[in-house]
T-cell receptor, first 114, second 118 residues
């Protein structure tokens, strides 16, 4: 079955880099996603990576993908207090459906201390 | 970017009543909408997928008679929690996918509806 695992909590100081890790099980996932959820709000897509890529950089965000180990990470450079939120990784699982669905990890709470 | 709204943003109701939550795509047509449920400190769990004009596809373990989904137009889907009980209290999030291809980067999430059943 499909499963996405994340560590639950990360605390960093403002200005440091944050690295949030994720492992997934479905090797046929074509895209992998990182979402941000602020308190009481829906999800905001931060970035995504296609499965044939090893790395994607978007301003302060760097996504690394190790397809062999099914490991995905999100690095936030120069972390700011406004980055405090819950971060979810997600993979697409198709199963028997052509539509596919997003399978989310448990979410990593990022706490940024001033 | 594309906007998805939900109404109401929060609702408190008595046990046994039914509650309807609306999900609207404001500036695009959504052929597919998704309903998720999120318990405190937990991840989003997909409840059902609905395509405009057809019956929703429910995930295993989700009671379709309990959680009624109607996707009557390309911009509106509704979730009705029938005969709500305290264990139905949760944060319900909808999302809408733009376009006909299964591209999840064009899946936009609503702000969520917090339901508290007393």
């Amino acid at each position: 079955g499909e499963d996405v695992e994340q560590s639950l909590f990360l605390s960093v100081r403002e200005g440091d880099s944050s690295v949030i890790n994720c492992t997934y099980t479905d090797s046929s996932s074509t895209y992998l996603y990182w979402y941000k959820q602020e308190p009481g709000a829906g999800l905001q897509l931060l970035t995504y990576i296609f499965s044939n890529m090893d790395m994607k950089q978007d301003q302060r965000l760097t996504v690394l993908l190790n397809k062999k180990d099914k490991h995905l990470s999100l690095r936030i450079a120069d972390t700011q207090t406004g980055d405090s939120a819950i971060y979810f990784c997600a993979e697409i699982f198709h199963g028997s459906s052509n539509t596919g669905k997003l399978i989310f990890g448990q979410g990593t709470t990022l706490q940024v201390k001033p | 970017g594309a906007v998805v709204s939900q109404h109401p943003s929060w609702v408190i109701c008595k046990s046994g009543t039914s509650v309807k939550i609306e999900c609207r795509s404001l500036d695009f047509q959504a052929t597919t909408m998704f309903w998720y449920r999120q318990f405190p400190k937990q991840s989003l769990m997909l409840m059902a997928t609905s395509n405009e004009g057809s019956k929703a596809t429910y995930e295993q373990g989700v009671e379709k008679d309990k959680f009624l989904i109607n996707h009557a137009s390309l911009t509106l889907s509704t979730l009705t929690v029938t005969s709500a009980h305290p264990e139905d209290s949760s944060f319900y999030i909808c999302s809408a996918r733009q376009g006909g291809t299964p591209r999840f980067e064009t899946q936009y999430f609503g702000p969520g509806t917090r339901l508290l059943v007393l």
